[in-house]
């Protein structure tokens, strides 16, 4: 089955810099990859999603880039704000299928 | 975008006894739920997906036994945890897709289960 694995851990920025989250996965026929954010005891929140017919998706400060080639696909927050604090889980599935494999999932504290 | 609750959002329970989590789609139907575990700081762990009308289809190592799934309309899956146990506390999650040709998966609230 799909195994997909999320790094780093944790990750402290500074409030408006920049943060990298990158997932790599195993399962070449997967071709969805959404990314999550989820705040304590709360559930998880779509955030930017990519298919895999395409290579970057920008939603103003976030952005999600995919390497089909290489199987890993990273978030990018720019600009970051005391609010993005939050776990931020990356996922892949294959469409039709919809069963959902989560990364292990990052830790982010924007440090204001 | 599309709704989805569960019922209770927190339940404490005695060892031994069972607990029954409702996951409804309040907008559309769902012909297939999913249900998620979710341990402190841990990612969420599929456990099984719900099929309505059909069996429901277990993850490697999750006991159906334990874990009753009813898929029982579009919009209602229920998972029952049968005579519980302190390991089994924890945060169950559901989620649905519309199937109106978006891939995005909606999660219900969660349902935080404590078992004494």
């Known amino acids: 089955g799909e195994n997909v694995e999320q790094h780093p851990s944790t990750l402290s920025v500074q409030e408006g810099d920049s943060a990298v989250i990158k997932c790599t996965y195993s399962d070449s026929a997967s071709n969805y990859f959404p990314w999550y954010k989820q705040e304590l005891g709360k559930r998880p929140q779509l955030i930017i999603d990519?298919?895999?017919?395409?290579g970057e998706k920008k939603d103003q400060r976030i952005a999600v880039t995919l390497n089909k080639t290489a199987k890993h696909f990273s978030l990018h927050i720019t600009e970051t704000q005391p609010e993005d604090s939050a776990v931020y889980f990356c996922a892949a599935s294959l469409f039709g299928n919809e069963k959902l494999t989560f990364g292990t999932g990052t830790r982010l504290t924007i440090i204001p | 975008g599309a709704v989805v609750s569960q019922h209770p959002s927190r339940v404490i329970c005695k060892s031994g006894t069972s607990v029954k989590i409702e996951c409804r789609s309040l907008?559309?139907?769902?012909?297939?739920m999913f249900w998620y575990r979710q341990f402190p700081k841990q990612s969420l762990m599929l456990m099984a997906t719900s099929n309505e009308g059909s069996k429901a289809t277990y993850e490697q190592g999750v006991e159906k036994d334990k874990f009753l799934i009813n898929h029982a309309s579009l919009t209602l899956s229920t998972l029952t945890v049968t005579s519980a146990h302190p390991e089994d506390s924890s945060f169950y999650i559901c989620s649905a897709r519309d199937g109106q040709g978006s891939y995005e998966q909606y999660f219900g609230p969660g349902t935080r289960l404590t078992v004494t």
């Open positions: 907008d559309f139907q769902a012909t297939t």
């Open positions: 990519i298919r895999s017919n395409v």
